[in-house]
């Protein structure tokens, strides 16, 4: 299996400003790469 999706959206996390990199921000990041991870397995699965 391969998560691609998720590794795309990896990258396009660490390409945002870090000038804005609070740990609210670093939570919503995290929480925000876990759903798509759930999302992209649910495809994969489906």
Known sequence: MQFEPVM?????TSSL?????TPELHRLFYLERKTRFELA???LEG
């Open 8 to 12: 795309g959206f990896e990258l396009m």
């Open 41 to 43: 397995t649910l495809s």
């Open 17 to 21: 400003p870090r000038m804005r990199s």
